[in-house]
């Protein structure tokens, strides 16, 4: 049975939970014998550190996270940490907003929920770095915001896109103004907005029908904001700048939010800068297929 409760300790960076030790059939007294022949050491209410009082930064995040329950994540400077992004002494998770915080662990009540917010670092929930960069935008000054979003960048983390589609769904949260402010001079040479201004001129030189731009769609999971839409037809256009789309990572993603696109009946069409510039006539040919169908949830209602 220790070895097994090592085990876990040891997935979890040194730390486990008294509902772990449960479920392997230790009771309260059980658990007790253990904290008395220093066996257990009581990092948190419900969560110990096994073997060694002492835990890794890692351990510590670790067993903040796992005081606080189910889908909580590591937050604000200690997730900036985590991620490299600057370093911390201070953990920080986000909780539920209708969860109450342990004693001893300083925690955020939050309704943003979307799971694309929250990812793992090491084993470790955490939140996104797109997430991160908000949060960090409520508690730091314009000069260490600005650190975080050139470390994000030297890291290959910075992904305007998920912050942009971030800054849509915080709805006036704390940091909104600071964040945009913070990115507002960040224009890389390929930007999706240049895209942007080309394919609409490219679209009105055919005659074709102009799209909404940069709106809100809802796939068939979550949200998701997309650069051209024909609601009509039910018709995403996607544009491919070099600046969103240079990692395996980015295309990971968008594969993901074509599929929930998809699901929920929207066609998906991915134009990159020489489909708009230099294969500008067959794109045009392209769209005006596409436009030809009537398919889609809107098309469907």
Known sequence: MGQVVAEIAARQHGVVTRAQLVDLGWDGSAIRRRVTAGYLHEAHRHVYAVGQPTVSWSGKCM??????????????????????????AVIEVTIPHHRDPPPAVKAYRSRMADPVDFTEVDGVPVTSVARTLLDLAAVLGERHLS????????????????????????????????????????QPADTWSELERLHVELVTAAGLQRPELNVVVQGELRQHVVDALWPDQGLVVQLDGFAYHRTRRDRERDAAADADLELAGYRVLRLTWDDVTVRGARTVRRLRNELTRRSGPAAGA
């Open 63 to 88: 067993a903040a996270v796992l005081a606080c329950g189910l889908d909580a994540a590591l937050s604000h400077r200690a997730a900036a940490d985590l991620h490299g992004l600057r370093r911390s």
């Open 147 to 186: 650190y975080a979003l050139d470390r994000a960048e030297r890291l290959q983390l910075f992904d305007l896109r998920a912050i942009e589609d971030v800054l849509v769904r915080a709805r006036g949260r704390r940091g909104v103004r600071a964040l945009r402010n913070a990115i507002a001079g960040w």
